[in-house]
């Protein structure tokens, strides 16, 4: 299908109208949605009268809400900071082994620590080589280093208070 003049007039009309590229595609007969864009483009149509978007329906009335402004947020103390835990020290000497020497990657056995110490890209690097438990990777000192346990996070009074006001809200909303 060829744009001819009539057909480009009939474009033009119809785009200042507010349609539709698909809309005018149907009209016109013979065109895609996307050759409709493409003609517009190249024309340099690009102003608009009204939006082709259909009418919209009115908002239906929401129900009302229920709200619980009677209910006092929970003030809870703050607790007291906890004096922070003496650091975990761990024995910082490898253990030598019955040949004198410390544990390197090719001495490693399943029941030894491995706790690397120094810098591996040094000659002086070890790892610990003490005794560990059953199927353990470190020695107790190292696999308490290792594997802290995760604190809950502490939130301020006030944050409690907001989130338990939400809370409130939430139960009574359906």
Known sequence: ?????????ELKKLWSE??????IAKQL??????????????????????PSRPARRPAKPSRPRTT????????TARPAPSAPAAPLTAPMEPAVLPSGEFA???????????????????????FCGRKTGASAAYC??????????????????EA?????????????NF
């Open 68 to 75: 619980t402004a009677s209910i006092e947020p929970v003030r």
């Open 140 to 157: 107790d000192a190292h696999a308490n280093m290792a594997y802290q346990p995760s604190q809950k996070r502490r939130r301020t009074g």
């Open 104 to 126: 390197t990657v090719l001495t490693l056995k399943d029941s030894m620590c491995k706790w690397p110490i120094g810098d591996p890209s040094q000659s002086s690097f070890r």
């Open 18 to 23: 507010g349609l539709s590229a698909s809309q």
């Open 29 to 50: 007969g013979g065109v895609t949605r996307n050759a409709v864009i493409g003609k517009v483009h190249r024309l340099g149509l690009s102003g608009r009268a009204t």
């Open 1 to 9: 299908m060829a744009w001819t003049d009539e057909r480009v007039e």
């Open 160 to 172: 409690t208070a907001a989130l338990n006001s939400i809370t409130a809200t939430r139960r009574y």
